[in-house]
T-cell receptor, first 117, second 119 residues
Framework: AQKVTQAQTEISVVEKEDVTLDCVYETRDTTYYLFWYKQPPSGELVFLIRRNSFDEQNEISGRYSWNFQKSTSSFNFTITASQVVDSAVYFC??????????????FGKGITLSVRP | GAVVSQHPSRVICKSGTSVKIECRSLDFQATTMFWYRQFPKQSLMLMAT?????????EQGVEKDKFLINHASLTLSTLTVTSAHPEDSSFYIC???????????????FGPGTRLTVL
């Protein structure tokens, strides 16, 4: 069975601070995808990143960076110089790579990030 | 690209009525669409997987006769909540899986959600 754990439930930072959102996963699959989604107050889930399990290179996109550590089954997300617009719920998710049922997403419980001015 | 729409965005209905929610992939074809339910301050729970031209696959505990899913085309899936009751009030979100030709490169893109309130 697949499982995604986001141990942090709520994080509050002041604007311009860096913040790291943790994600730990469990899967028996040897190949899989990891995702991060952002859910602002409007409710829509915004896709941020997909990472293949065989690609352990860290990725940076603007103020966002992701640290994939297969050895510790973690896929952490860091926001540098946070902004008020970053306030949202962030979900980490996991899926198999094959088509069909294995492509179901397993979500963590989400982390509510509040960035104060 | 990869835009998914949902309609309506918000619906209020009386107990006992049925409500239909549409999910459309606007700029890509989606052989598979997913329906999720999200209660306040909780994570998304998968209700069912909808495959174009075939019956939906429901998750354990989800009533097939209550949540009717139809995936009639490669760009449209509908969820009908039949005989809705107040406990069905929730945020319903669909996603569409974009399958890119030539590889196992696929991502689920989500619609904006439908907030259902049953009085």
């Amino acid at each position: 069975a697949q499982k995604v754990t986001q141990a942090q439930t709520e994080i509050s930072v002041v604007e311009k601070e860096d913040v790291t959102l943790d994600c730990v996963y469990e899967t028996r699959d040897t190949t899989y995808y990891l995702f991060w989604y952002k859910q602002p107050p409007s409710g829509e889930l915004v896709f941020l990143i997909r990472r293949n399990s065989f690609d352990e290179q860290n990725e940076i996109s603007g103020r966002y960076s992701w640290n994939f550590q297969k050895s510790t089954s973690s896929f952490n997300f860091t926001i540098t110089a946070s902004q008020v617009v970053d306030s949202a719920v962030y979900f980490c998710a996991l899926s198999g790579i094959d088509t069909g049922a294995n492509s179901k997403l397993t979500f963590g419980k989400g982390i509510t990030l509040s960035v104060r001015p | 690209g990869a835009v998914v729409s949902q309609h309506p965005s918000r619906v209020i209905c009386k107990s006992g009525t049925s409500v239909k929610i549409e999910c459309r992939s606007l700029d890509f074809q989606a052989t598979t669409m997913f329906w999720y339910r999200q209660f306040p301050k909780q994570s998304l729970m998968l209700m069912a997987t909808s495959n174009e031209g075939s019956k939906a696959t429901y998750e354990q505990g989800v009533e097939k006769d209550k949540f009717l899913i139809n995936h009639a085309s490669l760009t449209l899936s509908t969820l009908t909540v039949t005989s809705a009751h107040p406990e069905d009030s929730s945020f319903y979100i669909c996603s569409a899986r974009e399958v890119r030709t030539g590889g196992a490169q696929d991502t689920q893109y989500f619609g904006p959600g439908t907030r259902l309130t049953v009085l």
